[in-house]
């Protein structure tokens, strides 16, 4: 049986827990582990994924210019960096995120109405978890640091 996850802003209380996670090196080359974001930098939104009020996945949500590489939709958000911890995988849990993840945007950023990511061709696992959970492909390609990226999008 699945726990139910929470979204919530990063908190220094959930730093030690974050520092800790590890993902499977298959995994490594598509994502960053959340200890990579322990600086506070203006536009980029740390969000923790929890189950039971403990940490359990994490991804970054960004307002700032970057997000003009992927959207031409001032009011777009980027998505970048979802991971859950290996410890953790294959309990639903990024895939429960995914799904609260226009709520939790239409109440904590108002103004937003577009999420936008980008997805390694290659990585065919988290192609289909962005997939089921109702983000569509749209056409752009991007190059990344490992090959091509689509670039998906879902509308709120």
Do not use: W
């Amino acid at each position: 049986m699945e726990s139910i996850v929470q979204l919530d802003h990063y908190s220094k209380g959930y730093e030690a827990d974050l520092a800790s996670f590890e993902l499977p090196e298959e995994q490594n080359r598509y994502t960053s582990l959340p200890n990579k974001y322990t600086e506070s930098i203006d536009g980029q939104h740390r969000i923790v994924i929890l189950s039971g009020g403990e940490p359990v996945g994490f991804f970054i949500l960004h307002t700032s210019d970057r997000v003009k590489d992927y959207s031409d939709n001032s009011n777009a958000m980027l998505l970048t960096s979802l991971s859950i911890n290996q410890a953790q995988q294959g309990k639903g849990y990024g895939k429960q995120a995914m799904f609260m993840l226009g709520d939790f945007i239409k109440r904590e950023f108002t103004s937003c109405n577009e999420v936008v990511l980008a997805v390694n061709h290659k990585n065919l696992a988290a192609q289909q978890l962005y997939t089921r959970v109702g983000f569509k492909d749209t056409g752009r390609r991007k190059i990344g640091p490992i090959g091509e990226q689509f670039i998906l999008n879902f509308r709120l």
